[in-house]
């Protein structure tokens, strides 16, 4: 095992000899950082200040050239409309002077002579006229077209530019065009050009002249080259040149330097065009040897384009005396930084030893303050016994040691209060109503169940744990392992699952569960949680529920069927007993008849006891009486009774059914109703409204029934007994009637309240008695009657009926 004072020792001293490296290489970082970003103030600060005044000086010269060339566009523009307005004024004069005196063709012709012979400013200028309706008057670039009809002439670019003049003179009479028109003596290139016209209205003459717009930018060229030359005066820090590489100005004037090269071998001019048609730019350059004997230098320019001109200026300085103060800057930062390493490095070595002397005083003092609490540790995991505090030098285990201390007194109220917790955990687990048990999702099997889980089953905990779910699951379709296996399936996917389940007992009795199933996360694991509640009486109440209904359905079939069978069932016995009189010698207006048709009375009396004539004649009125008995006892199920509720106990009721059922001939024919033991256990009932001739009637029914079961039950060896007892709440009033017989199977009691189903033997019952109960205390008293039973262990029927109706 490994000593934590020495792990510590050892980690301690590479963090700290990191962190000292880490500390001095941030250092010489931002050393070196500070060194470079001093080295580009240095640079800005020498260099900067000469791209600042290049771009300054070249900016200007731009300002200049822009000038011009306006300057040169407005004097030229204002030139071409001078010369028309004198010649418009000069034709006037003319023509106001002499229009009385000479001839109009003699006028025109005074007139147009005397235009021709103006002097323009611009030597490839000249003065037109043409006629509104599109005659040439005048064209001294081309004498030869006059009196031509010259609108439908058509410019390089396409436009009747002739039109065009028309349509100005009329709309404006006067004004600038601008189109593309040859030059003197060049009839085969079009250039740019801007006429002046005006309308002279006498003759409808329109006047004009213009100027070449190459002609007023050479001009300007030429202008701005005198400019560049005189600033050059002093030295030739300023260059012209076209994008082709002639040079525009200096001694090399005229001159294709495009491959010329620096003393260090770059095409300086290419890299002048270059930088220029980028945008503009700074170039550093050694000065071409031009001339034997030139000492070349380092020069730094500033380059642009001229817009519109195909040009490359610029303007350059000497930087070399710039480039050795650099130098100078730079070599005293570099040693300076060098200075201030080594400060750092010493600094570095220094901290190094003081660390690693207190690391291993430090070692040995942690090493004899955990030996302390070691041997505090080794007697105080199983025992009570405390650090003595005294022992301890330093604050920080002092306070450890008070913890310890106060641990060991946690840690024994904390094994109380885990002990309590658990118990209470357990108490609240199986206190619950419902059965909930834990299945391990991987084994499918259950790790814990609460108590009520084992009443449920019947179990010791010892036989659930560790059991499989099929054990207890009843496994008939559609409640078979498929459909267990995908509610598994969607649990384990994190839904709740909601299902109803089949499942039996240890005795193998089955009853209905609703369960809930969810993976929950028990100690860390995931489990599956099933909560289940017993609903097999909610089952039970469904099904009475139906077998209402079905009671309601078969009420209305067994109307209509009694009304059927009365009429024909009556003439059945009427002619029985018909057939019965008139064969009996006793009534004496048979005795005449038989006489004339020569029958003696008696002895046909004789021959119809002998052949059981008469037998069968009784039988058929025996089985009319049953019949009738079906038929009223349908109708009465069939119909509401039209007697009227009245308020009352329901003791007296009881009482008077008793009474009916011990002195009922019938009854007593068929049971021996004082070998019965009758208990009657009365609460105190409200009065409350009721039928009581129907209420009456179902307790008979329900009296009448135990008594035959009793009769029936093979058991000799116990007294017979029907219990009568009543309770009620506030809001019902119940009435138990309770027998110690033979008891119903379970088929045969779902059917008990089905209309003519009898468990009794032929002949005996209708079959309809507890039907027309169920009627009686369900639809005419809104009421419940429920049976329960067990073979061998007797039959309860128990009555429920509203307090307030």
């Given at each position: 095992m490994k000593s934590i004072v020495t792990i510590l020792f050892r980690s301690m001293l590479p963090l700290c000899?990191?962190?000292?490296?880490?500390?001095?290489?941030?250092?010489?970082?931002?050393?070196?950082?500070?060194?470079?970003?001093?080295?580009?103030?240095?640079?800005?600060?020498?260099?900067?200040?000469?791209?600042?005044?290049?771009?300054k000086e070249l900016f200007h010269l731009q300002d200049y050239i822009k000038?011009?060339?306006?300057?040169?566009?407005?004097?030229?523009?204002?030139?071409?409309?001078?010369?028309?307005?004198?010649?418009?004024?000069?034709?006037?004069?003319?023509?106001?002077?002499?229009?009385?005196?000479?001839?109009?063709k003699k006028l025109k012709e005074l007139i147009k002579t005397t235009l021709q012979a103006m002097i323009h400013d611009f030597g490839d200028s000249y003065m037109f006229i043409v006629r509104m309706d599109g005659i040439l008057i005048l064209h001294t670039d081309t004498p030869e077209k006059s009196g031509n009809y010259v609108l439908d002439i058509k410019t390089s670019d396409s436009r009747y530019v002739l039109?065009?003049?028309?349509?100005?003179?009329?709309?404006?009479?006067?004004?600038?065009?601008?189109?593309?028109?040859?030059?003197?003596?060049?009839?085969?290139?079009?250039y740019e050009k801007t006429s002046y016209i005006k309308l002279f209205a006498p003759y409808e003459w329109i006047l004009g002249t213009g100027t070449y717009r190459d002609t007023t930018t050479n001009q300007t060229q030429e202008h701005v080259l005198k400019r560049i030359k005189k600033l050059n005066s002093n030295g030739d820090g300023y260059f012209a040149g076209t994008f082709s590489g002639q040079s525009l100005v200096g001694k090399?004037?005229?001159?294709?330097?495009?491959?010329?090269?620096?003393?260090?071998?770059?095409?300086?001019?290419?890299?002048?065009?270059?930088?220029?048609?980028?945008?503009?730019?700074?170039?550093?350059?050694?000065?071409?040897?031009?001339?034997?004997?030139?000492?070349?230098?380092?020069?730094?320019?500033?380059?642009?384009?001229?817009?519109?001109?195909?040009w490359v200026i610029g303007v350059s300085t000497n930087i070399e005396r710039l480039e050795e103060k650099l130098r100078k800057k730079e070599k005293s930062l570099w040693d300076g930084l060098l200075m201030r390493l080594a400060?750092?490095?010493?600094?570095?070595?220094?901290?190094?030893?003081?660390?690693?002397?207190?690391?291993g005083r430090f070692k040995r003092i942690l090493a004899d303050n955990f030996n302390s609490f070691e041997i505090f540790f080794r007697k105080g995991t199983d025992s009570t016994t405390k650090i003595d505090r005294s022992k301890i030098n330093f604050t920080e285990f002092d306070t450890m040691a008070e913890?310890?201390?106060?641990?060991?007194?946690?840690?024994?109220?904390?094994?109380?209060?885990?002990?309590?917790?658990?118990?209470?955990?357990?108490?609240?687990?199986?206190?619950?109503?419902?059965?909930?048990?834990?299945?391990?999702?991987?084994?499918?099997?259950?790790?814990?169940?609460?108590?009520?889980?084992?009443?449920?089953?019947?179990?010791?905990?010892?036989?659930?744990i560790g059991m499989s779910p099929e054990i207890i699951s009843f496994n008939s379709p559609p409640y078979d392992t498929k459909y267990a296996a995908e509610l598994f399936t969607k649990a384990l996917s994190g839904?709740?699952?909601?299902?109803?389940?089949?499942?039996?007992n240890k005795k193998g009795e089955p009853f209905w569960t609703d369960n809930l199933a969810r993976v929950a996360s028990i100690g860390g694991q995931k489990k599956l949680l099933i909560v289940m509640r017993d609903i097999t009486e909610r089952r039970k109440m469904q099904k009475t529920m139906v077998q209402t209904e079905k009671m309601m359905s078969v009420g209305g079939l067994a109307a209509g069927m009694a009304h059927e069978v009365n009429n024909p069932l009556g003439i059945i016995m009427q002619v029985t007993q018909n057939i019965i009189r008139r064969t009996s010698p006793t009534l004496k207006s048979n005795i005449p008849v038989a006489e004339s048709c020569g029958i003696d009375l008696n002895n046909l009396r004789n021959y119809m006891e002998k052949r059981g004539i008469n037998e069968y004649l009784r039988s058929i009125q025996d089985a009319g009486s049953r019949a009738a008995d079906i038929v009223k006892s349908m109708i009465e199920f069939s119909r509401k009774s039209n007697s009227a509720k009245s308020s009352g106990?329901?003791?007296?009721?009881?009482?008077?059914?008793?009474?009916?059922?011990?002195?009922?001939?019938?009854?007593?024919?068929?049971?021996?109703?004082?070998?019965?033991?009758?208990?009657?256990?009365?609460?105190?009932?409200?009065?409350?409204?009721?039928?009581?001739?129907?209420?009456?009637?179902?307790?008979l029914s329900l009296i009448k029934n135990a008594a035959q079961a009793l009769s029936d039950d093979q058991n000799k060896h116990k007294i017979p007994t029907i219990t009568i007892r009543t309770s009620s709440d506030e809001n019902f009033v119940r009435i138990e009637i309770e027998d110690n017989g033979p008891g119903i199977e379970q088929e045969e009691l779902q059917r008990v309240f089905e209309p003519f189903y009898s468990t009794k033997g032929p002949g005996v019952g209708t079959g309809l008695g507890l039907s027309v109960s169920y009627y009686i205390v369900t639809q005419n008293h809104s009421g419940t009657i429920t049976v329960d039973s067990s073979p061998g262990e007797g039959t309860r029927f128990t009555i429920a009926l509203p307090i307030l109706t």
């Amino acid at each position: 095992m490994k000593s934590i004072v020495t792990i510590l020792f050892r980690s301690m001293l590479p963090l700290c000899f990191s962190s000292i490296i880490i500390f001095g290489g941030l250092s010489i970082y931002f050393m070196i950082s500070d060194y470079q970003n001093e080295l580009k103030e240095a640079e800005a600060e020498i260099m900067g200040g000469i791209q600042e005044s290049l771009q300054k000086e070249l900016f200007h010269l731009q300002d200049y050239i822009k000038f011009s060339r306006d300057s040169a566009r407005t004097a030229s523009l204002k030139s071409v409309k001078a010369s028309i307005l004198e010649a418009h004024s000069l034709a006037m004069t003319l023509y106001k002077t002499y229009k009385d005196s000479l001839p109009e063709k003699k006028l025109k012709e005074l007139i147009k002579t005397t235009l021709q012979a103006m002097i323009h400013d611009f030597g490839d200028s000249y003065m037109f006229i043409v006629r509104m309706d599109g005659i040439l008057i005048l064209h001294t670039d081309t004498p030869e077209k006059s009196g031509n009809y010259v609108l439908d002439i058509k410019t390089s670019d396409s436009r009747y530019v002739l039109r065009e003049m028309v349509s100005l003179a009329t709309n404006q009479g006067e004004g600038y065009i601008d189109y593309l028109w040859s030059k003197p003596n060049s009839s085969d290139k079009s250039y740019e050009k801007t006429s002046y016209i005006k309308l002279f209205a006498p003759y409808e003459w329109i006047l004009g002249t213009g100027t070449y717009r190459d002609t007023t930018t050479n001009q300007t060229q030429e202008h701005v080259l005198k400019r560049i030359k005189k600033l050059n005066s002093n030295g030739d820090g300023y260059f012209a040149g076209t994008f082709s590489g002639q040079s525009l100005v200096g001694k090399n004037k005229g001159k294709d330097l495009i491959d010329l090269k620096s003393s260090d071998g770059i095409s300086i001019i290419q890299e002048f065009i270059k930088s220029a048609k980028s945008g503009g730019g700074y170039i550093t350059y050694k000065s071409p040897s031009i001339t034997s004997g030139f000492k070349s230098y380092k020069k730094m320019g500033y380059f642009e384009t001229v817009p519109g001109w195909n040009w490359v200026i610029g303007v350059s300085t000497n930087i070399e005396r710039l480039e050795e103060k650099l130098r100078k800057k730079e070599k005293s930062l570099w040693d300076g930084l060098l200075m201030r390493l080594a400060a750092v490095v010493a600094l570095i070595f220094l901290y190094s030893f003081i660390i690693f002397f207190f690391s291993g005083r430090f070692k040995r003092i942690l090493a004899d303050n955990f030996n302390s609490f070691e041997i505090f540790f080794r007697k105080g995991t199983d025992s009570t016994t405390k650090i003595d505090r005294s022992k301890i030098n330093f604050t920080e285990f002092d306070t450890m040691a008070e913890l310890a201390n106060t641990m060991i007194d946690s840690r024994e109220s904390a094994r109380k209060d885990l002990l309590k917790s658990e118990i209470t955990y357990r108490e609240i687990f199986n206190a619950t109503k419902d059965a909930i048990g834990v299945l391990d999702i991987n084994k499918r099997i259950f790790t814990d169940v609460n108590q009520t889980f084992l009443d449920f089953f019947g179990m010791e905990r010892s036989e659930v744990i560790g059991m499989s779910p099929e054990i207890i699951s009843f496994n008939s379709p559609p409640y078979d392992t498929k459909y267990a296996a995908e509610l598994f399936t969607k649990a384990l996917s994190g839904e709740s699952i909601h299902f109803e389940w089949m499942v039996k007992n240890k005795k193998g009795e089955p009853f209905w569960t609703d369960n809930l199933a969810r993976v929950a996360s028990i100690g860390g694991q995931k489990k599956l949680l099933i909560v289940m509640r017993d609903i097999t009486e909610r089952r039970k109440m469904q099904k009475t529920m139906v077998q209402t209904e079905k009671m309601m359905s078969v009420g209305g079939l067994a109307a209509g069927m009694a009304h059927e069978v009365n009429n024909p069932l009556g003439i059945i016995m009427q002619v029985t007993q018909n057939i019965i009189r008139r064969t009996s010698p006793t009534l004496k207006s048979n005795i005449p008849v038989a006489e004339s048709c020569g029958i003696d009375l008696n002895n046909l009396r004789n021959y119809m006891e002998k052949r059981g004539i008469n037998e069968y004649l009784r039988s058929i009125q025996d089985a009319g009486s049953r019949a009738a008995d079906i038929v009223k006892s349908m109708i009465e199920f069939s119909r509401k009774s039209n007697s009227a509720k009245s308020s009352g106990t329901i003791e007296p009721v009881i009482e008077t059914a008793l009474s009916l059922a011990a002195n009922d001939y019938d009854f007593k024919k068929k049971y021996d109703f004082k070998k019965i033991k009758i208990i009657r256990d009365f609460n105190s009932s409200p009065i409350f409204n009721f039928t009581e001739m129907e209420i009456s009637q179902v307790i008979l029914s329900l009296i009448k029934n135990a008594a035959q079961a009793l009769s029936d039950d093979q058991n000799k060896h116990k007294i017979p007994t029907i219990t009568i007892r009543t309770s009620s709440d506030e809001n019902f009033v119940r009435i138990e009637i309770e027998d110690n017989g033979p008891g119903i199977e379970q088929e045969e009691l779902q059917r008990v309240f089905e209309p003519f189903y009898s468990t009794k033997g032929p002949g005996v019952g209708t079959g309809l008695g507890l039907s027309v109960s169920y009627y009686i205390v369900t639809q005419n008293h809104s009421g419940t009657i429920t049976v329960d039973s067990s073979p061998g262990e007797g039959t309860r029927f128990t009555i429920a009926l509203p307090i307030l109706t």
